[in-house]
Nanobody, 121 residues
Framework: QVQLVESGGGLVQPGGSLRLSCAAS????????MGWYRQAPGKQRELVATITSGGSTNYADSVKGRFTISRDNAKNTVYLQMNSLKPEDTAVYYC???????????????WGKGTLVTVSS
């Protein structure tokens, strides 16, 4: 069984910063890409940022220059540093990992339960 546990969400004023964390645990064999997605009320889930095991990153245009994704492979953890937050960044942020478990020995997507980020004055 795999668990992805997010933390770091909350209420922040426009222009402020937050740092999200997501730790993967379980019978893990290897973790390929990890990333963050978000879903605002009434909208579809969208990609925010991804990072491969080698450190290559990809960002949504809407967050480029403001958000930074990073990961600690030794801790099976991915981070999302969010700066210059805007009201339109308000959403539930979900952690994603494309990983292989010892049990299955093939890669598939896993999701966290989400953490709410609210940007409001």
């Amino acid at each position: 069984q795999v668990q992805l546990v997010e933390s770091g969400g909350g209420l922040v004023q426009p222009g402020g910063s937050l740092r999200l964390s997501c730790a993967a645990s379980g019978r893990l064999f290897s973790i390929n890409a990890m990333g963050w997605y978000r879903q605002a009320p009434g909208k579809q889930r969208e990609l925010v940022a991804t990072i491969t095991s080698g450190g290559s990153t990809n960002y949504a245009d809407s967050v480029k220059g403001r958000f930074t994704i990073s990961r600690d492979n030794a801790k099976n953890t991915v981070y999302l540093q969010m700066n210059s937050l805007k009201p339109e960044d308000t959403a539930v942020y979900y952690c994603n990992a494309y990983l292989t478990t010892i049990t299955t020995m093939y890669a598939m997507d896993y999701w966290g339960k989400g953490t709410l980020v609210t940007v409001s004055s």
